[in-house]
């Protein structure tokens, strides 16, 4: 983990409210995997008081690039933000996904703004040579990011991009019987969108890892502001931040989460 104050090389405003940043940061881009994030100071002094948790979207050479959705005072900050300026960085930090392992395909599924990490993640697939598909889902075509993906498949509600419905039923019915060989996935996106995403996979007997996007304090377990129920012989919280941000989905309790 590392604490670095990082310059701005460019921030893509790719939406409204959402921005690409890319940072110049070598000692964390060495060392980030994918699924990890950094915890992001929006601004000097005080206020904001905490800094942001930003999934890493991709490496490239010293750089990292941050998709950032405006929600609050500090992602605006980070969105109006110009090149040139100096952003602290603390990570990389959590768990990364899990790209070893027994399988032939990996089947990638983001939602919204969870997109963030799958790009970093579907990279590393390619590089080690696996089968990679990639979906997509959101509310309208304005809100997808497409951008450094290799060719997603791609769902919104409004039916404005894609097919018209969820990321479970483009998989349901573009994509199931379709692909051969032993699958794993991977997802990251709305907690609604994974506990369905959970079901379905365990249905399928397919084993699945989840990002998850929880509200955190200070990234390295502290505040403990980030729990999240986890089954097992003796139910408990684990700490996403420590943890995860990546969990098994068969490990998380849904049901407690309160969807």
């Known amino acids: 983990m590392r604490d670095v104050s990082a310059r701005l090389l460019e921030n893509e405003r790719i939406g409204p409210r959402l921005c690409l940043l890319r940072l110049e940061a070598p000692e964390i881009a060495a060392r980030a995997l994918p699924g990890q994030f950094v915890a992001v100071r929006a601004a000097e002094g005080f206020f904001p008081l905490l800094r942001r948790p930003m999934s890493i979207c991709a490496v490239e050479d010293s750089s990292l690039l941050l ?11 980070l969105y109006e933000a110009e090149p040139g300026a100096h952003l602290h960085l603390l990570g990389p930090l959590g768990r990364p996904f899990e790209v070893e392992g027994d399988f032939e395909v990996a089947v990638l599924f983001g939602g919204g703004v969870g997109v963030a990490p799958l790009v970093f993640l579907e990279r590393e697939l390619r590089r080690r040579g696996r089968r990679v598909c990639t979906l ?19 769902a919104t509600e409004d039916g404005s991009a894609g097919l018209r419905g969820t990321v479970l039923d483009l998989w349901r019915i573009r994509l199931q019987g379709h692909i051969r060989g032993r699958m794993k996935w991977f997802s990251c996106g709305p907690l609604a969108m994974l506990r369905a995403l959970a079901w379905e996979s365990q249905a399928g007997g397919w084993e699945h890892e989840v990002a998850l996007e929880t509200p955190m304090g200070c990234g390295f377990g502290v505040c403990q502001g980030c729990v999240v129920p986890l089954r097992g012989p003796r139910p408990r919280y684990g700490l996403a931040c ?8 068969q490990e998380v309790n849904w049901d407690a989460l309160g969807l």
Do not use: I, Q
Not at 67 to 77: C, Q
Not at 140 to 152: K, M, Q
Not at 242 to 249: D, I, L, R, Y
């Open 67 to 77: 998709l950032v959705k405006v929600v609050g005072v500090g992602t605006r900050l």
């Open 136 to 154: 997509l889902g959101a509310r309208t075509a304005s809100e997808l990011v497409l951008r450094h993906l290799e060719d997603p498949f791609v």
């Open 242 to 249: 420590m943890e995860g941000p990546v969990f098994k989905a």
